[in-house]
């Protein structure tokens, strides 16, 4: 599903995208922005003009095309391949898409081991917007990214990061300092990764690593191991299972990534316990015992997205992307199957964030620093498509 845009332009739509410790501030980023608030209306897909995937037009003309041009190696930190938005990163664990004026991708970028937070914008060199002070020993560090559910209000920004002391969710905007929103998340040797998302509801959603304690995750009493659901200000959020508890869900072990359907109908959540990765269906108040599917090869599930006809979920062990069909109903509807994973001159290797950036196009960071086989131009933020073409071709080291 190698994306060649060659000389097109990108058509991109907007895309709308406490325990002791928890800080009181105002919700307000006092007028600082980082870009233009836009006003957030029923998101159209990203559209590049007429792009060949696998040498085959969008467009329904039964005239064959020309095969693809090869896509040249990189070069230092320059990468050829149009898909790609971002070059020279450090192990990109989490992406956030940014809304847009229609004209291209722009996200933000965090780097698990370096808590910096990186703009990324195709066709403009990256730029830091901040860096969190972060913990990044075993598996720690800055883990997950989500904007603010009133954004193109209050220009928020929100992390999940591991300190010297404990996991926590912060919330910053350019030029002000980081805040805390949920401190004292448990801290361990080994389950420090979270995840967040907005839930399209006003409220965030939080997955808690059980920080190497698995009976954490059943342990009403800690916030490990847990699908927390809170207001921006870190409090539980309204409607939860249980009135005044931020627990949405629990059962969880060591989490990759957070994603929900388009219109909200579902959530997914990829999870690795200790002999096996697993996708779990979200329903509030569930203990997550029964997967949608599971993986005992353990390639390493990151991050997600949901494309209406099927689930897209990094790897970032086996170093491809596992296509899940996914049925009218919400289930899992077979097998399913590893695209993007190098051969015939696929992929880019290891992947970490995923954040969509419509129902048709999602994307993506790598984290081949993190012990994959870098290139030149690692680690990247990769546009790639959700409805990928049935070979499953996408992209080139």
């Not at 954004?151 to 002000?176: C, H, M, S, W």
Request: proline share 8%; hydrophobic share 35%.
């Amino acid at each position: 599903m190698h994306i060649r845009l060659g000389r097109t332009p990108w058509l991109l739509a907007a895309a709308g995208l406490v325990l002791s410790g928890c800080a009181k501030f105002d919700d307000r980023a006092a007028g600082q922005t980082f870009a233009p608030a836009p006003q957030l209306s029923a998101p159209a897909g990203p559209q590049p003009q007429l792009p060949e995937i696998d040498g085959n037009s969008s467009g329904n003309s039964a005239r064959p095309n020309p095969a693809p041009t090869p896509v040249p190696p990189p070069q230092g930190c320059t990468d050829y391949d149009k898909a790609v938005i971002a070059t020279c990163l450090d192990t990109v664990s989490a992406v956030a898409a940014l809304p847009g004026d229609g004209s291209t991708p722009s996200a933000l970028a965090g780097e698990r081991k370096s808590g910096r937070v990186m703009l990324v914008t195709a066709g403009k060199a990256a730029t830091e917007l901040t860096s969190l002070q972060v913990d990044a020993s075993g598996d720690g560090g800055l883990t997950g990214l989500a904007l603010s559910p009133t954004y193109a209000e209050d220009q928020l920004v929100f992390a999940y990061i591991t300190t010297a002391t404990d996991n926590r969710v912060v919330r910053f905007t350019k030029g002000q300092a980081p805040k805390p929103v949920l401190t004292g998340i448990p801290k361990g040797a080994t389950g420090n990764r979270g995840a967040i998302t907005s839930d399209g509801k006003g409220a965030l959603l939080v997955a808690t690593g059980d920080a190497g304690n698995a009976s954490a995750a059943a342990d009403p009493a800690s916030l490990a191991g847990k699908i927390l659901r809170i207001d921006t200000a870190g409090a539980a959020a309204k409607g939860n299972p249980a009135d005044g508890s931020r627990t949405y869900a629990t059962g969880v072990h060591s989490p990759g990534g957070l994603c929900k359907a388009a219109d909200g109908s579902r959530v997914w959540l990829t999870d690795r316990s200790s002999t096996q990765d697993v996708l779990f269906r979200v329903q509030a108040g569930a203990s997550l015992a029964v997967p949608a599917w599971t993986w005992p090869d353990k390639p390493g599930l990151a991050g997600c997205a949901d494309g209406g006809d099927s689930v897209m979920i990094g790897t970032s062990t086996a170093g491809n992307v596992q296509q899940v069909p996914i049925t009218l109903d919400g289930a899992v509807g077979g097998r399913p199957k590893a695209i993007m994973d190098g051969k015939n001159g696929t992929g880019y290797g290891r992947y970490g964030g995923m954040d969509p950036i419509s129902s048709q196009f999602a994307l993506v960071g790598t984290v081949n620093k993190d012990g994959g086989k870098p290139v030149s131009s690692d680690d990247r933020v990769v546009v790639i498509q959700l409805q990928p073409s049935p070979n499953g071709g996408t992209g080139k080291d």
